[in-house]
C-alpha cells in the first residue's frame, strides 16, 4: 500500500492491474464522536470547470447516469465513520480531465474538531491500494482531498488536501456550479410543507391503524404522493434546476388508510406467500428469489444493495439456480448477479442462508474459485449474522498466482431489510409499482416463516459465560467470553439497523476506543473486562438526538439498563431548568430515573420521575456553588435469559429496552445543543 504526502502523486496502474472501477473512502472521527462532515464529487473539463452542474455530485445528487460516480454513503469504522464513492473510470465522460473528491461541513463547524482525516482507495477487487492522512485543514470547513487525473490512457492520484473557507457552495462556485441560495429555499420548502400538511388535514381523520396481524404497515405508498391539482403559489414553489447544499428532508409515512375488511381475521392477499414454506431448503430458494426478483425490477433498490459490492450502475440481471463447472461435481450458486453497462458485465454469485443457518466454508471457497477462473468479480453470501470488522464469517483462501482478484462480500438479512425500510419509509422511489414491490418483500423478510429475520442467536457460550459470570468461575482469557463480546458487538449493529430503520436515520455505534485501534485487539480487551465486571457495553449515536443513548447489560444483576446524559442548557437559572425538562418529559414513564450531574462529583440528585414531579426542586444539590453540568435519564428492566430471539431471549429484550427507551423518553428531548459553561446550584433565584 502507497502512503501518499500533499502534493504527491502516482499512476493507478502501477499499483494494481484492476483499476477500471476503483473505490475511494473519506474517514474521520471526534473526541466526542459526534463529528461528521459529506462527501462531493466534481467532474472537470481541461479548463478546470464543470460542463454543467449535473457533474457535481453530493448528498442531494448521489449517483451519475452513466455510472461513472456513484456515492455509497456512511458506514461505522473502528476509526470513527466512513464515506465511500466508486468510480467507473471506464464510463468517465471523454470530456471529463480531473475528477475532484471533497468533504465538507454543514453550517459553521470545521475540520478542526475532527481527528484522523484521510482518504484511501481501493481496486475493484477491495484491495487498499493507497492512503493519504490530510493535515493543516483545522480552520477550513470544505476539503479537497484528492484528484483522479488522466494522463493520455491512464489514470493517476493526486494527493491535495486544500482547504476552502466558504464550505460546500464556496468550493462548487469555484468549479464553475451555480448554486441554489439555500436560505430561500428552506425557506420556500418550510412554506410548502405546511401547505402540503394542510392539504393531507382531512385525509388523517379518514386513516387507521393496520390490524395487528400485519406486521408491516400499509401506509408506505405514502412516499409515492398521487398527483394533485395545481393550486395558487405552486408557481412560486417550482424546483430550481441549480444544485441546492441544503439537505433533503424526509418524512415518515403517512398512516395505513382503513381496511376494507370485515373483520381482522382477513388476511390480505400477498405477493410472495410464506405459508407453504417447510423446510430450510425451500426458505433460501424462496427467499434468494424473492430478493433478487425485486432488486432487478426496483432499480433504486438494487443498485443500493450492489453499489457497495463495487457494482456499476445499470441494467441488472438476476438469476437462481445457475449450474457452473467445478470439477467432476458441477456447482449451482444460490444465485447470480449480472449488471451490463458500456457493453461490459460485471457479475457476482450469490451464497444464501436463512433461520439461523451458518455458512459452510467449503461451499464459499468453491464459489471463489469459480467465479476467479470465470473472472465474475464478485462473492456475496447472505445470511442472518452480522459481520464485524477484521472477523470473517468465514476463511477462504486466495490464490496469489491468479492475476483476477474476487472480492468476498456479507449482507445481514437485516442490511436488506433497513435499506428497504429507508426507501419505502423515508427516502421514497421511483413510482408506486416500486414502493408496492418493496413493501411486500419487506413484509416477507418480516414474517416469521421467512427465516430472514437477522442476528439471533447469542450462541453457545452464552450460557456457560452468564453462568461462570454469577458463580465468579470465568477467568480473563476465556475464548467463551470473546464470542460473547463478538456477538454483543453484532446484536449492537442490528439494533442500530432496525431502529435506523424505524426512524429514517442514521443510528451508528459508537466506537469505544481510540481511533485506529486493532477491532481484535479490543475485542480482546472487552472479553477481559466482561469477565472482571460481568457487564457488556455500547453507545449509539442517532442523528438528532440530545446525546449518545447507552446500554448496559449487567449478567450478574440480570438487568439492562437504557440511558443518555443531556447536557445543561445554555441560559436560565437551574431551577428553571429543572422544571422545563420534568414538563418535557410528561409523557414519559413514571419510573424514569432522573440523576443530576455535577461537576467533580460522582453523582448528584437522584430519584424517578414520579417522585420528581410535584417537588423538581429535587433535582437540584443542596450544596451552595455545586456546578451542575446536566442530568443523566434511565430506565431499568429485567434481560432475558434465553441465548435465542424469543419472547424471553436476551436480543428480543435488548432489542426491546433501546425502542421503548427513545419512543418514550428521547422523542421529548430537544435536539443537540452546544454545551454551556456548568450552572452554579445556588443561583435559583434573580
Same mark, same amino acid.
Given at each position: 500500500?502507497? !502512503?501518499?504526502?500533499?502534493?504527491?502523486n502516482v499512476?493507478?496502474? *502501477?499499483?494494481?492491474?484492476n483499476?477500471?472501477?476503483?473505490?475511494?473512502?473519506l474517514?474521520?472521527?471526534?473526541?466526542t464522536g459526534?463529528?461528521?462532515?459529506?462527501?462531493?464529487?466534481?467532474?472537470?473539463d481541461?479548463n478546470?470547470?464543470?460542463?454543467?452542474?449535473?457533474?457535481f %455530485?453530493?448528498?442531494?445528487?448521489?449517483v451519475?447516469?452513466?455510472?461513472s460516480v456513484q456515492?455509497l =454513503?456512511?458506514t461505522?469504522?473502528?476509526?470513527?465513520s466512513?464515506?465511500?464513492?466508486?468510480f467507473?473510470?471506464?464510463?468517465?465522460?471523454p470530456?471529463?480531465?480531473r475528477?475532484?473528491?471533497a468533504a465538507?461541513?454543514?453550517?459553521?463547524?470545521?475540520?478542526?474538531?475532527?481527528?484522523?482525516?484521510?482518504l484511501?482507495?481501493?481496486d475493484g477487487s477491495?484491495?487498499?491500494?493507497?492512503?493519504?492522512a490530510?493535515d493543516?485543514?483545522?480552520?477550513v470547513?470544505a476539503?479537497?482531498?484528492? !484528484?483522479?487525473?488522466?494522463r493520455g490512457?491512464?489514470?493517476?492520484?493526486?494527493?491535495?488536501?486544500?482547504? %476552502?473557507?466558504a464550505?460546500?457552495? /464556496?468550493?462548487?462556485?469555484?468549479f =464553475?456550479v451555480?448554486?441554489?441560495?439555500?436560505?430561500?429555499?428552506?425557506?420556500?420548502?418550510?412554506?410548502?410543507?405546511?401547505?402540503?400538511h394542510?392539504?393531507?388535514g382531512?385525509?388523517?381523520?379518514t386513516t *387507521?391503524?393496520?390490524?395487528?396481524?400485519?406486521?408491516? @404497515?400499509?401506509?408506505?405508498l405514502?412516499a409515492?404522493?398521487?398527483?394533485?391539482?395545481? !393550486?395558487?403559489g405552486? #408557481?412560486q414553489?417550482?424546483p430550481?434546476?441549480?444544485?441546492?447544499t441544503?439537505?433533503?428532508?424526509?418524512?415518515l409515512p403517512?398512516?395505513?388508510?382503513?381496511?376494507?375488511?370485515?373483520?381482522e381475521?382477513?388476511?390480505?392477499a400477498r405477493?410472495f406467500?410464506?405459508?407453504?414454506?417447510?423446510?430450510?431448503?425451500?426458505?433460501e430458494m424462496?427467499?434468494?428469489?424473492v430478493?433478487?426478483s425485486v +432488486?432487478?425490477?426496483v432499480?433504486e433498490?438494487?443498485?443500493r444493495?450492489t453499489?457497495?459490492?463495487? *457494482?456499476p450502475?445499470?441494467?441488472?440481471?438476476?438469476?437462481t439456480e445457475?449450474?457452473?463447472?467445478?470439477g467432476?461435481?458441477?456447482?449451482?450458486?444460490? =444465485?447470480?448477479?449480472r449488471v451490463?453497462r458500456?457493453?461490459?458485465?460485471?457479475t457476482a454469485?450469490?451464497?444464501t442462508?436463512?433461520?439461523?443457518n451458518?455458512?459452510?466454508?467449503?461451499?464459499?471457497?468453491?464459489?471463489?474459485?469459480?467465479? *476467479?477462473r470465470?473472472?465474475?468479480?464478485a462473492?456475496?453470501?447472505?445470511?442472518n449474522?452480522?459481520a464485524?470488522?477484521?472477523?470473517?464469517?468465514v476463511d477462504?483462501?486466495?490464490?496469489?498466482?491468479?492475476?483476477?482478484?474476487v472480492?468476498?462480500?456479507?449482507l445481514?438479512?437485516?442490511?436488506?431489510?433497513?435499506q428497504a425500510? +429507508?426507501?419505502?419509509r423515508?427516502?421514497?422511489?421511483?413510482?408506486?409499482a416500486?414502493?408496492?414491490?418493496?413493501?411486500?418483500?419487506l413484509?416477507?423478510?418480516q414474517?416469521?416463516?421467512?427465516?430472514c429475520h437477522?442476528?439471533?442467536n447469542m450462541? @453457545?457460550?452464552?450460557?456457560?459465560?452468564?453462568?461462570?459470570?454469577?458463580d465468579?468461575?470465568l477467568?480473563?482469557?476465556d475464548p467463551?467470553?470473546?464470542?460473547?463480546?463478538?456477538n454483543w458487538?453484532?446484536?449492537?449493529?442490528?439494533?442500530?439497523l432496525r431502529?435506523? /430503520?424505524?426512524?429514517?436515520?442514521?443510528?451508528?455505534p459508537?466506537?469505544p476506543?481510540?481511533?485506529?485501534?486493532?477491532p481484535?485487539?479490543?475485542r480482546d480487551?472487552l472479553a477481559?473486562?466482561?469477565?472482571?465486571?460481568?457487564?457488556?457495553q455500547?453507545?449509539?449515536?442517532?442523528?438528532?438526538?440530545p446525546g449518545?443513548?447507552?446500554?448496559?447489560?449487567?449478567?450478574?444483576? =440480570?438487568?439492562?439498563?437504557?440511558s443518555?446524559?443531556?447536557?445543561?442548557p445554555?441560559q436560565?437559572y437551574p431551577?428553571?431548568?429543572?422544571?422545563?425538562?420534568v414538563r418535557?418529559?410528561?409523557?414519559?414513564?413514571?419510573?424514569l430515573?432522573?440523576?443530576?450531574?455535577? !461537576?467533580g #462529583?460522582?453523582?448528584?440528585?437522584?430519584g424517578?420521575?414520579?417522585?420528581?414531579?410535584?417537588e423538581?426542586a429535587? +433535582?437540584?444539590?443542596? #450544596?451552595?456553588?455545586?456546578?451542575?453540568?446536566?442530568?443523566r435519564?434511565?430506565?431499568?428492566?429485567?434481560?432475558?435469559?434465553g441465548?435465542?430471539?424469543?419472547?424471553?431471549?436476551?436480543?428480543r429484550?435488548?432489542d426491546?429496552?433501546?425502542?421503548r427507551? %427513545?419512543?418514550?423518553?428521547?422523542v421529548?428531548?430537544?435536539?443537540?445543543? @452546544?454545551r454551556?459553561?456548568?450552572?452554579?446550584a445556588?443561583a435559583?433565584?434573580?
Amino acid at each position: 500500500m502507497r !502512503e501518499m504526502v500533499k502534493g504527491s502523486n502516482v499512476s493507478l496502474s *502501477a499499483l494494481s492491474e484492476n483499476v477500471g472501477s476503483v473505490i475511494v473512502s473519506l474517514g474521520w472521527g471526534s473526541p466526542t464522536g459526534e463529528g461528521d462532515a459529506d462527501v462531493s464529487v466534481l467532474l472537470l473539463d481541461g479548463n478546470g470547470k464543470v460542463r454543467s452542474d449535473a457533474d457535481f %455530485y453530493f448528498y442531494n445528487n448521489q449517483v451519475a447516469a452513466d455510472g461513472s460516480v456513484q456515492l455509497l =454513503g456512511k458506514t461505522p469504522t473502528a476509526d470513527g465513520s466512513e464515506d465511500r464513492i466508486s468510480f467507473d473510470l471506464t464510463a468517465v465522460p471523454p470530456g471529463t480531465d480531473r475528477i475532484v473528491v471533497a468533504a465538507s461541513r454543514y453550517k459553521d463547524a470545521r475540520f478542526g474538531d475532527l481527528e484522523g482525516v484521510k482518504l484511501s482507495l481501493a481496486d475493484g477487487s477491495g484491495d487498499e491500494l493507497l492512503r493519504f492522512a490530510v493535515d493543516d485543514v483545522d480552520s477550513v470547513s470544505a476539503v479537497i482531498f484528492g !484528484e483522479l487525473y488522466r494522463r493520455g490512457e491512464e489514470w493517476k492520484f493526486r494527493a491535495v488536501g486544500q482547504g %476552502y473557507d466558504a464550505g460546500l457552495a /464556496g468550493l462548487a462556485t469555484d468549479f =464553475g456550479v451555480n448554486i441554489e441560495d439555500d436560505a430561500q429555499t428552506d425557506e420556500a420548502d418550510e412554506a410548502g410543507e405546511a401547505q402540503d400538511h394542510a392539504r393531507l388535514g382531512d385525509q388523517a381523520d379518514t386513516t *387507521a391503524p393496520p390490524s395487528t396481524d400485519a406486521p408491516a @404497515p400499509q401506509g408506505t405508498l405514502g412516499a409515492v404522493p398521487a398527483p394533485r391539482r395545481a !393550486e395558487a403559489g405552486d #408557481e412560486q414553489r417550482k424546483p430550481s434546476t441549480r444544485p441546492r447544499t441544503a439537505k433533503k428532508k424526509v418524512t415518515l409515512p403517512k398512516a395505513a388508510k382503513k381496511t376494507l375488511a370485515e373483520n381482522e381475521s382477513w388476511k390480505e392477499a400477498r405477493l410472495f406467500p410464506v405459508s407453504v414454506l417447510k423446510s430450510d431448503r425451500d426458505r433460501e430458494m424462496r427467499a434468494t428469489s424473492v430478493l433478487l426478483s425485486v +432488486m432487478a425490477q426496483v432499480p433504486e433498490f438494487g443498485r443500493r444493495l450492489t453499489a457497495a459490492f463495487g *457494482a456499476p450502475a445499470g441494467r441488472m440481471e438476476t438469476f437462481t439456480e445457475v449450474t457452473l463447472p467445478h470439477g467432476d461435481s458441477p456447482r449451482r450458486p444460490d =444465485g447470480v448477479i449480472r449488471v451490463e453497462r458500456a457493453g461490459k458485465l460485471w457479475t457476482a454469485l450469490v451464497e444464501t442462508k436463512t433461520n439461523g443457518n451458518a455458512l459452510k466454508a467449503e461451499q464459499v471457497q468453491a464459489y471463489m474459485d469459480i467465479a *476467479a477462473r470465470r473472472g465474475y468479480e464478485a462473492v456475496i453470501t447472505l445470511s442472518n449474522d452480522v459481520a464485524l470488522e477484521g472477523s470473517p464469517l468465514v476463511d477462504v483462501k486466495i490464490d496469489g498466482r491468479r492475476k483476477h482478484k474476487v472480492a468476498l462480500w456479507h449482507l445481514s438479512w437485516a442490511e436488506v431489510a433497513h435499506q428497504a425500510q +429507508m426507501l419505502i419509509r423515508h427516502e421514497g422511489v421511483g413510482n408506486a409499482a416500486h414502493a408496492w414491490l418493496l413493501q411486500e418483500l419487506l413484509h416477507y423478510l418480516q414474517h416469521e416463516n421467512s427465516g430472514c429475520h437477522g442476528f439471533q442467536n447469542m450462541g @453457545p457460550a452464552w450460557v456457560p459465560v452468564r453462568n461462570g459470570i454469577d458463580d465468579e468461575t470465568l477467568c480473563q482469557g476465556d475464548p467463551r467470553a470473546l464470542e460473547v463480546v463478538e456477538n454483543w458487538e453484532r446484536l449492537i449493529r442490528q439494533v442500530c439497523l432496525r431502529l435506523g /430503520g424505524e426512524l429514517g436515520q442514521r443510528v451508528l455505534p459508537v466506537p469505544p476506543t481510540k481511533r485506529g485501534s486493532d477491532p481484535k485487539a479490543l475485542r480482546d480487551r472487552l472479553a477481559d473486562r466482561l469477565c472482571t465486571d460481568g457487564k457488556l457495553q455500547a453507545e449509539l449515536r442517532i442523528e438528532g438526538a440530545p446525546g449518545v443513548l447507552a446500554i448496559s447489560a449487567d449478567l450478574r444483576t =440480570g438487568k439492562l439498563r437504557t440511558s443518555i446524559d443531556i447536557p445543561a442548557p445554555e441560559q436560565g437559572y437551574p431551577l428553571a431548568w429543572a422544571k422545563r425538562l420534568v414538563r418535557r418529559l410528561a409523557e414519559a414513564p413514571a419510573d424514569l430515573h432522573v440523576e443530576t450531574l455535577v !461537576e467533580g #462529583e460522582t453523582g448528584g440528585p437522584r430519584g424517578t420521575l414520579e417522585r420528581l414531579r410535584p417537588e423538581p426542586a429535587d +433535582m437540584l444539590p443542596r #450544596e451552595n456553588g455545586a456546578q451542575i453540568a446536566g442530568s443523566r435519564l434511565s430506565l431499568f428492566k429485567s434481560m432475558g435469559s434465553g441465548r435465542g430471539n424469543a419472547e424471553s431471549g436476551f436480543i428480543r429484550s435488548v432489542d426491546d429496552a433501546v425502542h421503548r427507551f %427513545y419512543t418514550t423518553v428521547v422523542v421529548h428531548l430537544d435536539a443537540t445543543t @452546544p454545551r454551556r459553561a456548568p450552572s452554579k446550584a445556588g443561583a435559583t433565584t434573580g
